[in-house]
């Protein structure tokens, strides 16, 4: 069993940058893929990024490639996600999730948070 918390969202400008953090809670944290995902009103469920186990593979959405990056850390049974350059597209609730195995698929993810705001707005 594994709960999830995020937190780090809120307001910032087009341009900005904020760090999401996911805190975990459950002996088998390190076994597991991390997620995030994002959700705006009216909008599917969309895969954000994924990191494996040891956090040496990670995976990204071409519309936050190379701006956005996700971490982990067993130790401290944190997932995080350094988004920079931000846009107003970049606006949803972002969501961590785990799962047993890598996919982009929010299907294959087990549990999930309560999600965190980001509002990227001027």
């Known amino acids: 069993q594994v709960q999830l918390v995020e937190s780090g969202g809120g307001l910032v400008q087009p341009g900005g940058s904020l760090r999401l953090s996911c805190a975990a809670s459950?002996?088998?944290?390190?076994?597991?893929?991390m997620g995030w995902f994002r959700q705006a009103p009216g909008k599917e469920r969309e895969f954000v990024a994924r990191i494996s186990w040891t956090g040496s593979s990670t995976y990204y959405s071409d519309s936050v490639k190379g701006r956005f990056t996700i971490s982990r850390d067993n130790a401290k049974n944190t997932v995080y996600l350094q988004m920079n350059s931000l846009k107003s597209e970049d606006t949803a609730v972002y969501y961590c999730?785990?799962?047993?195995?890598?996919?982009?698929?929010?299907?294959?993810?087990?549990?999930w948070g309560q999600g965190t705001q980001v509002t990227v707005s001027s």
């Open positions: 459950g002996r088998t944290f390190s076994n597991f893929v």
């Open positions: 999730a785990a799962g047993p195995i890598r996919t982009t698929d929010k299907k294959g993810y087990d549990y």
